[in-house]
């Protein structure tokens, strides 16, 4: 098994992006909008800035999301692959 970081696996859902960032802002909008249906208990999920951060291999690829720990998108969130990823 691969080796999860301590943060990407602190919510079910985590996003690395960047201020400014449109493309961080509609994955974003996918992401609460999947998460809400399935509620918090089961979908907690956090936004990471990773403006000045040691994550920079994903700079170039925001928004980078994972799920349950593993990477699962970079640079779109696809809503029906979401949904698939959470078991709903």
């Given at each position: 098994?691969?080796?999860?970081?301590e943060w990407a696996s602190r919510a079910r859902?985590?996003?690395?992006?960047?201020?400014?960032?449109?493309?961080?802002?509609?994955?974003?909008?996918?992401?609460?909008?999947?998460?809400?249906?399935?509620?918090?208990?089961?979908?907690?999920?956090?936004?990471?800035?990773?403006?000045?951060?040691?994550?920079?291999?994903?700079?170039?690829?925001?928004?980078?999301?994972?799920?349950?720990?593993?990477?699962?998108?970079?640079?779109?969130?696809?809503?029906?692959?979401?949904?698939?990823?959470?078991?709903?």
């Amino acid at each position: 098994m691969a080796y999860t970081p301590e943060w990407a696996s602190r919510a079910r859902v985590v996003m690395l992006g960047k201020p400014g960032c449109h493309l961080c802002e509609d994955a974003w909008a996918v992401i609460e909008r999947v998460t809400a249906e399935l509620g918090a208990s089961r979908a907690r999920h956090q936004l990471d800035d990773v403006t000045g951060d040691e994550r920079e291999e994903y700079w170039d690829k925001v928004p980078v999301t994972f799920v349950d720990g593993r990477r699962h998108d970079f640079w779109r969130v696809g809503e029906d692959r979401l949904r698939a990823a959470l078991g709903n």
